[in-house]
C-alpha cells in the first residue's frame, strides 16, 4: 500500500515536472518586430506586451525623431516597472472600482492593484505577457499579428478570451491598430494602447507646448480614485474644451477641481458620432518641429492622459529622463468602470459574439 503510495505520488511529481516544461515551452520566445513604410517612417514593436518600443517619423525639415517614450530593449520594460509605456492594454483599460463587478448576476473579483481599484487589467494585464506574434506583408504596408489567449478566470475576468492585434504602419503614414477578441463565457473588454508621445522626440522636454483638438462636447468626470461619477459633464466653458485647438499647457494649471483631482488632465473625453464607427476623435500638432497626428477611433471614448504621475526616476532610449508631463498618451477606449455604470455605453462581450475595435494614429507635418 505504501509503495503503491510512493509509486503514485512519483507518477504525480513527473507529471507536475513535464507540464510545467511544456507550458514553458507553450511561451514564444520575446521578440523585436522591425517596421519600415515606403516613406522610411519605422516603428519597433515586441510581442512582450505587444509594446510599441519606438516610432520614427519626419518632421517639417524632413528629420526623423523617435515620438514614444520608451526602452531599448523588452528586458528594460520587464524590469523597470514602467508607467505601461506603449503597452497593449487589457482586459480592461484604465479602472473598475474596487476590482469588482458584476455580470448575469454573478460577482467576479479582480485584481486590486490601484489602491483600492484595479488599473488596466491588474497586476499582470496585458502589458506584462507575451503574445504570439508574426510579421505580415499587407496592401497598405507592412504589419506584425499578435494574438494571446487569456485563460479563464485571469486576474479574475470570466472566459477564454481569444485576442488578436494587428499593428500596421501603412503607406499613409498611419499606425493602424485593429483588435479583435471571441470569448467562451460572458465578459467585459475594453482594449487599449498606450504610446506616450513628444513629438520634440523623446526626452525632449515636456508636451505643454503640443496644440490638442478633441472633437468631444462632454467629459467623463471622476472621483480622487479617478473612478467616474457616473455623469457627464459639458466641456463648454472649462479646461476640458478643445473643440479648438489649445497648447495642453495653456490652462493645465486653472484652479478646476477635475483637474485637481486628476492631476493635470487624466480623463475620458466622449467621442461625437456614433461608437462603433470609425470617426476622427483628435488632432495634435506640435510647432516647434510642425509634426502632426490625427486620431481615429470606433471607440465611444478617449482618455486624455499628461504624463502626471511621471517624475524623472526613468531614464529613457537615448540616457535622458522622462519628468513629469513630458509625453501624453490618447488612450482610444470605453468610459472607466463601465461594468458598474448602466448609463454607459457596454463593454460585456457575450460569448460566441466577436469584439472589433479600430484606432489609427496618423502622422504628418505642416510647413
Ligand atoms: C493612464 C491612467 C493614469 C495612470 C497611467 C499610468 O492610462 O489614466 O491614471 O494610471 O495610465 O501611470
Not at 480614485?225 to 490652462?251: E, H, N
Request: charged fraction near 20%; glycine fraction near 10%; aromatic fraction near 10%.
Amino acid at each position: 500500500m505504501r509503495r503503491l503510495q510512493k509509486l503514485s505520488y512519483f507518477a504525480l511529481a513527473l507529471l507536475v515536472l513535464a507540464s510545467s516544461v511544456l507550458i514553458a515551452q507553450a511561451q514564444p520566445p520575446v521578440t523585436v518586430y522591425k517596421l519600415r513604410n515606403a516613406h522610411g517612417v519605422e516603428a519597433q514593436i515586441t510581442n512582450y506586451g505587444g509594446i510599441l518600443m519606438s516610432l520614427k517619423v519626419p518632421d517639417r525639415n524632413g528629420k526623423f525623431d523617435d515620438v514614444v517614450l520608451g526602452f531599448n530593449t523588452p528586458e528594460d520594460y520587464m524590469k523597470k516597472n514602467d508607467p505601461y509605456f506603449g503597452a497593449i492594454i487589457g482586459r480592461y483599460g484604465n479602472r473598475i472600482a474596487k476590482g469588482r463587478f458584476k455580470l448575469n448576476g454573478v460577482e467576479y473579483k479582480l485584481a486590486v492593484n490601484n489602491g483600492e481599484n484595479h488599473l488596466h487589467g491588474g497586476i499582470k494585464g496585458f502589458d506584462k505577457v507575451v503574445w504570439t506574434g508574426r510579421e505580415t506583408r499587407t496592401k497598405d504596408g507592412p504589419a506584425v499579428v499578435l494574438t494571446y489567449l487569456s485563460k479563464d478566470g485571469e486576474e479574475g475576468y470570466p472566459g477564454n478570451l481569444r485576442v488578436t492585434v494587428v499593428y500596421r504602419l501603412t503607406n499613409n503614414n498611419e499606425l493602424r491598430i485593429d483588435y479583435s477578441a471571441t470569448t467562451d463565457k460572458d465578459t467585459v473588454l475594453n482594449l487599449t494602447h498606450h504610446s506616450y508621445f513628444n513629438f520634440l522626440g523623446e526626452g525632449n522636454g515636456d508636451i505643454l507646448n503640443h496644440q490638442v483638438k478633441i472633437d468631444a462636447d462632454e467629459f467623463v468626470p471622476t472621483d480622487a480614485g479617478s473612478i467616474p461619477l457616473g455623469t457627464l459633464s459639458k466641456v463648454v466653458g472649462t479646461p476640458f474644451d478643445f473643440l479648438k485647438s489649445t497648447a495642453i499647457g495653456a490652462r493645465i494649471n486653472d484652479d478646476n477641481e477635475q483637474l485637481k483631482l486628476g492631476n493635470g488632465y487624466d480623463h475620458t473625453f466622449v467621442i461625437r458620432g456614433r461608437a462603433g464607427t470609425l470617426r476622427h476623435a483628435a488632432s495634435v500638432y506640435e510647432p516647434t518641429t510642425g509634426r502632426t497626428m490625427e486620431v481615429f477611433t470606433t471607440e465611444p471614448g478617449m482618455q486624455l492622459y499628461t504624463g502626471n504621475f511621471l517624475n524623472g526616476t526613468l531614464t529613457g532610449k537615448s540616457g535622458k529622463p522622462y519628468p513629469r508631463r513630458s509625453g501624453f498618451c490618447l488612450e482610444t477606449q470605453h468610459y472607466p468602470d463601465s461594468p458598474n455604470q448602466p448609463s454607459f455605453p457596454t463593454t460585456t462581450l457575450r460569448k460566441g459574439a466577436a469584439y472589433h475595435s479600430t484606432t489609427i494614429y496618423k502622422f504628418g507635418y505642416q510647413k
